[in-house]
Each structure stands twice: as structure tokens, then as C-alpha cells.
């Protein structure tokens, strides 16, 4: 069994910035990747960011060059730092590791 706990949600105006991050507890598997995924109301979930377990990184296009993910295998933490936020980042944003998912936590950003 796996946790996943998000936390670092909130309420941000346009152009300010957010630090996500994602904690992990159990058995997590050191060859599977964290993801981040994020649901915005009234539109299917989609892929944010990702990270390898040896530490490169994917990014969907819409937040390539404002959002960076990192891992702190030590506390087994990843983070997902939003920069330059835009209205359209407002989502649930989750945390996911192989068939495991965090509940999720809520991104607001106000124009």
C-alpha cells in the first residue's frame, strides 16, 4: 500500500506563484514515476508534469517553462512549483505513483 498526501493548494491571483507537493508513504516503488494531474471543473483530467526515478522530467505543453517538478527522495516528497499561474491552471491537482492516487489538492487562480 502506497499514500499519497498533496498539499500546498490555494487561492493565487494571475501571474503569482504556488508550491505544490506530494508526500509519500508506504511501500512506494523506486522504478515507477510520480506524475502530477490536475482536473479543471466541467473537463476531463489531464497530464501536468512527471518524474522519473531517475530524475528527468516531462511536462504537458500549456505549463512547459512555468511549472518544475522535483523529488526529495529522502522524504520521499515531490513538489510541483507553478509559477506565473494563469486562470486556466485553476484544477484539483493530483498526485499519482503506479496505481496509487492522492486525493487532491485545490489550485484557484483568480483574474
Known amino acids: 500500500q502506497v499514500q499519497l498526501v498533496e498539499s500546498g493548494g490555494g487561492l493565487v491571483q494571475t501571474g503569482g506563484s504556488l508550491r505544490l507537493s506530494c508526500a509519500a508513504s508506504g511501500r512506494t516503488l523506486s522504478n515507477s514515476n510520480m506524475i502530477w494531474y490536475r482536473r479543471a471543473p466541467g473537463k476531463e483530467r489531464e497530464f501536468v508534469a512527471t518524474?522519473?526515478?531517475?530524475?528527468?522530467?516531462y511536462y504537458a505543453h500549456s505549463v512547459k517553462g512555468r511549472f518544475t517538478i522535483s523529488r526529495d527522495n529522502a522524504t520521499r516528497t515531490v513538489y510541483l512549483q507553478m509559477n506565473s499561474l494563469k486562470p486556466e491552471d485553476t484544477a484539483i491537482y493530483y498526485c499519482?505513483?503506479?496505481?496509487?492516487w492522492g486525493r487532491g489538492t485545490q489550485v484557484t487562480v483568480s483574474s
Open positions: 499519482n505513483h503506479d496505481q496509487y
Open positions: 518524474i522519473t526515478p531517475s530524475g528527468m522530467t
